[in-house]
């Protein structure tokens, strides 16, 4: 993949640190939010703190707005005071010594303004993000959500080309975490740089991001839209995230052989050679019998492993060939006398199958 | 087979404690409390001697005698400008120790220790033998700027600064250690090089340690006695030091030794509680 010239930010880049090895080539368009999805240990801050400058590259190079900020090979390299980019960390680090407005005015400060000149420059953010009853307080004294607006703030009040977001509402509770997430999704969007949002929460990613990568053990996955991957899920991981069945198979016109056990019949569209299948868990239907009179194609036994109470339906966790997760009405376990042991037949219609190829993984 | 003790008497009183907090019984055994009353009387016997001593009821006159005044006054300009000296100098050194990396930084972390365990006596020969008119820096300074240190108020306050500057040191190094360098790399990402970073944000946070370590290591420049008499001498006025004065009078004049004593032990309390926050609760981290 090349980029150059690109106004945006890129990197093709390999960061090793003892065993681990981060390799990435992605790119960020100014006014994009591009989302960073992967479980822990995957090299999600690891490739923050590389685009910051925290921590050098071992190979390749992050280009800025054209600008060489780390290249190995040549041995170039921008110290992170001298980026202009603006980093809010995932416990944001606010300075507890200093004040809200003195947090806030911070990089305008570093990067060479007057005290009075930094603290204007501050107070357009801090009115910017409703912090104006707040600037005189110790961070100590701060809410959450607070905090999290002073940190974008002072990450803001530096000017920068480049807004890095790790894990930003991580730290919050349930409760004040939609209203920060609706304010924070205002602000990206009036940020005019591109913009790389870390998180391991696939509900932020999916609201936040225009655009996802998913990186497990230090590589991507799946790049695309949002609503693209959320609706076919390259592995397990991403399935889990969103909660999807998903199977891998070889497909022979409308008849797919699943690699862990178990056929599936599908629409043909005249598809050959590896698929990827994913099912909704409220797709599949579940009886005590065999079910006699159906349009549906797909029918097989399965054992009940499990059984989950979510908000208003009961996850079963099934095994078969192939096992699966499935959700029902808890009126549907009750009248059915569903427990774990419980021998049942599951059906699903061959027009629920989201049929997929793997080439199409780093597309959208 | 199991031995079973028999009953024992629980105070109304105890009952309530163990009621209330938990915990099992909280009698010393004789082997433990016998030798810890001996080391509460040694420690408190000797203080409460120089309190049942004191000449209380003309403190003010034992103390005005001209040579107490000016050992006083030395004194405690002496060891104020040690600690100023040894916060210029030992809290880059502390930062050096703490966040750099250089060959020999053990040995050089280890020679700056070892005038905590150095008898200061030693500390005093060795700044003699550097320093004075024949020493091998001293030499150069008596020949080059007409300086001689030995015996002056200046070989005071580097005898002191050799013994107390360790103290500012090492506490320093710890906190820098123990900091969440977390802050450091905002205020990198932030626009901040290093010495605004050390500025504004790793001096601050570690502001509570470089003050305990300010007061330890004032509190022991006061107290320097052996360094100091070896390099500097006792001449009243010049580098006659609180301690050295008690010393002397002892021999001459018992009543302001132990007025000058007084108000050592007043100051030594006055550091305990400015460091009761650190040091009174029991080893925890605050």
Known sequence: ???????????????????????????????????????????????????????????????LAGQVMDDADAGTFVEASGRPVGFVFQNYRLFPHLTVA????????????????????????????????????????????????????????????????????????????????????????????????????????????????????????????????????????????????????????????????????????????DVLIAVRPSAVVVSNQRPQRSSARNTWPAKIAGLTLLADRVRLDLDGQPSALVDVTPAAVAELSLEAGSQVWLTVKATELEVYNHDHIRTG | MVTRTAPSHLTARERARRTARGGASRSVPAPLLAPALIAVAFLVLPLAGLLIRAPWGHLRAALSGSDATQALVLSLWTATVTTGISLVIGVPLAWVLARSSFPGQRLLRALVTLPLVLPPVVGGVALLLAFSRVGFVGRYLDDWFGLTIPFT????????????????????????????????????????KR????????????????????????????????????????????????????????????????????????????????????????????
């Open chain 2, 195 to 286: 010495m605004t970073v050390f500025r504004r944000v790793t001096v601050p946070l570690v502001a509570p340690s470089l003050g305990a370590g300010a007061v330890l290591c004032w509190a022991r420049a006061l107290g320097e006695f052996g360094a100091t008499i070896t390099f500097a001498g006792s001449f009243p006025g010049q580098t006659e030091t609180m301690p050295i004065a008690v010393y002397y009078a002892l021999e001459t004049d018992p009543n302001t030794a132990i007025a000058l004593s007084l108000v050592l032990l007043l100051v030594s309390v006055m550091v305990l509680v400015s460091l009761r926050d650190r040091w009174l609760r029991g080893g925890s981290l605050q």
């Open chain 2, 153 to 192: 108020p200046l070989a005071v306050v580097m005898a002191e600064t050799f013994v107390a500057m360790p103290f500012l040191i090492i506490t320093v190094e710890g906190a820098l250690r123990s900091a969440d360098q977390g802050f450091e790399e905002a205020a990198a990402t932030l626009g901040a």
């Open chain 1, 1 to 63: 993949m090349t980029h150059e010239g690109s106004d945006g930010l890129v990197v093709d880049a390999e960061v090793r640190r003892g065993s681990f090895t981060l390799a990435v080539s992605l790119a960020a368009a100014p006014g994009q939010v591009l989302g960073v999805l992967g479980p822990n240990g995957a090299g999600k801050s690891t490739l923050l703190s590389a685009v910051a400058g925290l921590t050098p590259v071992s190979a390749g190079r992050i280009m």
């Open chain 1, 102 to 273: 003195e947090n806030v005015a911070f990089s305008p400060r570093a990067r060479g303004l007057g005290k009075r000149a930094a603290r204007s420059a501050a107070s357009h953010w801090i009115d910017r993000l409703r912090l104006t009853d707040l600037a005189d307080r110790k961070p100590g004294q701060l809410s959450g959500g607070q905090a999290q607006r002073v940190a974008l703030a002072r990450a803001l009040a530096g000017q920068p080309t480049l807004l890095l977001l790790d894990e930003p509402l991580s730290a919050l509770d349930a409760g004040t975490r939609l209203d920060v997430q609706a304010e924070l999704k205002r602000h990206l969007a009036e940020f005019t740089g591109p913009c790389l949002l870390v998180t391991h929460d696939p509900l932020e990613a999916l609201v936040l991001a225009d655009q996802l990568i998913v990186l497990e053990g230090g590589r991507i996955v799946q790049d695309g839209t949002p609503a693209h991957i959320a609706r076919r899920p390259a592995t397990d991981y991403v399935a889990k995230l969103v909660g999807l069945n998903l199977y891998a198979g070889h497909a022979d016109g409308s008849q797919v052989a699943l690699t862990g056990g178990g056929a599936f019949v599908v629409p043909d569209q005249g598809q050959h050679g």
